[in-house]
């Protein structure tokens, strides 16, 4: 037997069937929302819930307990459970308020309209489908959302260990744009964060990964790079920013080009697992704000957790004004 986890169906429910015309009537109207339907053996409900990826789990329990069956169900569900309703007899209506505490998504009473139930459980099926989605991709940028970027960064960090090979790991924060946006509006910002993710993914290869980790911070796992390999390329990165055109007259033509404060941390010499890099990478991010914006500083360059700049080194990016030069 295949034990993987299954692919996920967004759009199955699976449904206990007890053979009664209800029931019958209830899988009729969720094909009636556009629901594709499985009737079970309630026996076998759970697991077909789970072999089949579905999204949706309607159970008919005779005696079970809530606890029982709740457990039944999270430890067989994979990346997330089903949006899982129950079906009580008539007479048991009192019985709800111990379902739904125990963590059940819904609770119907045999008898009630079907569309009804059918229709929330509809509802509650396309919220998790988008739900899932945006936890995947940043609705704004369409980057890979934070949840991607720690994911991938351990198995990263793995692979570069294999290979003998450093990987460096980087926060941007970008400059100024809490006062950008009382001065220009949200709607200003959106336009810039986006055109900034675009250009973030052009610079970086395709084995790389960037991320919106935050309003207007991302975070970058780049392969096969040291440290000042590293900072070359974030300093390229900064140097090569500009706006769109239209973003330009947007934001307005006093609006100089986005800049941008950077943390960087690499493995294996400054940590040898994903999120010790990406804390060490958030601690010389800190120091890199507290002695001055528009700077990348690697990990190493700091007196560690400590987070003091040793040796003053300052990486600074641009001194004043629009002016851009060569880091020092």
Known sequence: MDMRTPNANPN????????????????????A????????????AVWQAFEK???????????ELPQVLWLAIVERAGRSAPTTTVVLPQGRNNEATGWLATGFDDVMVRGDEPAMGAARLAARVRAREVRQSLS????????????VFFTRLDPMVRLSSRAAMPLAVAVLDMD???????????PAVRAVLVEISHH????????????????????????????LEARRLLYKIWRTMTLEPATQELVGADMPAPTFTAGVAVFPDDANDG????????????VARASGHRRVLLYSETSGDSGIDVNGSDLRLHRGGSTRSEPE
């Open 33 to 44: 929302q556009g629901l594709s339907i499985v009737a079970a053996p309630p026996e076998t």
């Open 12 to 31: 199955l429910v699976v449904v206990a069937d007890t053979g009664d015309d209800w029931t019958a009537q209830l899988c009729a109207a969720l094909a």
């Open 53 to 63: 990826g579905a999204a949706a789990l309607i159970l008919a329990p005779a005696q």
């Open 200 to 227: 973030l993914q052009r610079a970086l290869r395709r084995s790389d990964t960037v991320a919106r980790l935050g309003d207007d911070r991302f975070g970058l796992i780049l392969h096969h790079i040291n440290g």
């Open 136 to 147: 995947l991709t940043d609705p704004l940028t369409g980057l890979p959302s934070q949840q």
């Open 275 to 286: 999120f010790e890099l990406y804390t060490r990478a958030e601690i010389a991010l800190d």
């Open 176 to 186: 100024g744009f809490r006062a950008f946006e009382r001065k220009s509006g949200r």
